[in-house]
């Protein structure tokens, strides 16, 4: 174990401890992070912040679990809000839309059928820049990464909602990401 | 070629699968598998599970593959695959970078941070969840007196899991505490009390064992006596009635007087051969009773002397054929043994 492995250990074992100071340090280091990337998926700014408050309790109970030598601290943490963010986006998808409970969608797709650009990227510039990338993904690595990255479904879910073989959705999501990594960097070089 | 590296050259497509994962740069399939506990698990698959797993997309049953795919392999693979994740959940792609967080709050932290108050908010949130655990952790109740440490923690609503709600001071207070009361309960008085009412219990308890034996003994040894007692009577009159004529005596049941005597009393009478045979029982023993015959004025013709043996008496009495062709039969006895001036028994 490195040094900061060791740190990182020290920290978790003192917010499994419900060290405030630790819990506090925590949020310093990946509170960000953790916002962010809650803040791709949700639509709205109160849900993000009311899903970074309960990824932070998340943390807290699972602090004893985490080992460095199985993975980063960042990496847990990363790990622990997307399992959060996923199970809020499968709530969200078994609980009908206000609008389609209003009888304002009619496109009969419910959530499942529901596209990013639709259903997320609602406004930001963060969002409407990854609505730009999947648009330009071929279509079966979009709805995969839509469905599965956005939406919170899983592979076999998808594989079963698309009747493809499992591998063929695993295969486009490696690809689709690998191609969304690529155009993120081809924006940046523009950018810079 | 950073997969290369670990996998040790590029090769054809083995597996199947493409490698696409979050390194863009592999081209190449690597077809050097590993082996796993239950399956072969080949390297590229097992950086795309890896790459999946970063971003939660793992079901329960790749999930699995995955772990012993990452636990059977080499240490430099694993070391990669920490790497790869480390460098995923880092990557801008995954995160909105560009936001709005600020909006609102008047604060100033920077493109894509949450704003300051959401710091606070989460900070308070953690700690309602910590105490909301450790009030649900507290007993219900508490059996004995409440210790002062405990009490106090109790009164104060202080968490039991915190290093901040347990202070060193506070658990070395709270040891003391608990050791003093252990030394409480050891004290000799105590202990002595405690073996004493060990002591008294086990004594009731014993002596109600044998007062129930002893009740049974008596019992037994009161009916082998009775029943002895009674054979030996039997035997007795049995050889005294030897020769008395019953088929053609006259049978007599005399009945109580006053209803003070539960027994009974029988009477053949013989008058042929002027003979009485006489059984009672229900008698006191030792008890001297007399059978008489009187006549119509109540003038005594007859009479014969008995002693009870054990509870009964009987015998033949030679009474003479006048007496009992004229007489009426009476059994006379007494409170007090040794008299015979009251009627007990008479005929019906």
Known sequence: MD????????????????????????????????YQSARQVLRSRAETEDAVQEVFVRLWRTADRFDPHRAKLVTWVMLITRRHLIDRLRRQSARPDRAELDGSRS???????????????????????????????????????????????????????????????KSALSRGLTRLRELEGGEERRGS | MRRE???????????????????????????????SEHEVLSLDELFE??????????DPVDLVRFERGFAASAPSVQAEIIGLQERMARDPIFR?????????????????????????????????????????????????????????????????????AITAESMRDLISDLSARNRESRAPTQLVWRAASFILLAALIVSMFFNIRLTKVSET?????????????AIRLAAEYSGFDFASSRHVDLVPVGGARVGHVSVFLDEKNGRVAVHGIGFNPNEIVEIVLLDEAGKILASSQFTVAASSFGGLWEAGSAAIAAGRIQIRGSASVGSADVVLYTQA
Not at chain 1, 4 to 33: K, P
Not at chain 1, 110 to 131: F, H, N, Q, T
Not at chain 2, 49 to 58: I, K, M, Q
Not at chain 2, 221 to 232: F, H, K
């Open chain 2, 221 to 233: 040894l009161a009916d082998a006596t009775m029943g002895q007692a009674l054979e030996t009577d």
């Open chain 2, 96 to 164: 909105d970078t560009t936001q709005d967080a600020i909006l609102g709050s008047g604060s100033v932290s920077g493109v894509g941070e949450p704003s300051a108050s959401l710091r606070l908010r989460t900070l308070a949130r953690v700690i309602e969840a910590i105490e909301t655990e450790s009030a649900s952790a507290k007993p219900i109740a508490t059996i004995g007196p409440v210790s002062r440490a405990v009490a106090v923690q109790v009164s104060e609503g202080q968490s039991t899991r915190g290093s901040s």
């Open chain 1, 3 to 34: 040094s900061q492995e060791h740190i990182d250990w020290q920290l978790m074992q003192r917010v499994a401890a419900s060290d405030e100071e630790a819990i506090e340090q925590l949020y310093a280091r990946f509170g960000a992070l953790v």
């Open chain 1, 107 to 169: 496109d009969g797709g419910g959530a499942i059928a529901r596209p990013v650009s639709e259903g997320v990227a609602e406004g930001g510039e963060g969002r409407d820049r990854l609505r730009r990338q999947l648009s330009r993904l071929p279509e079966l690595q979009r709805t995969v990464i839509e469905r599965a990255y956005l939406q919170g479904f899983s592979l076999r879910e998808i594989a079963a909602q698309l009747d493809a073989p499992l591998g063929t959705v």
């Open chain 2, 49 to 58: 599970l890896a790459s999946f797993e970063v971003l939660g997309l793992l």
């Open chain 2, 5 to 35: 590296s670990a996998c040790g050259n590029a090769c054809g497509n083995a597996c199947g699968n493409a490698c696409g994962n979050m390194q863009g740069n592999m081209q190449g399939k690597v077809g050097r598998k590993q082996m």
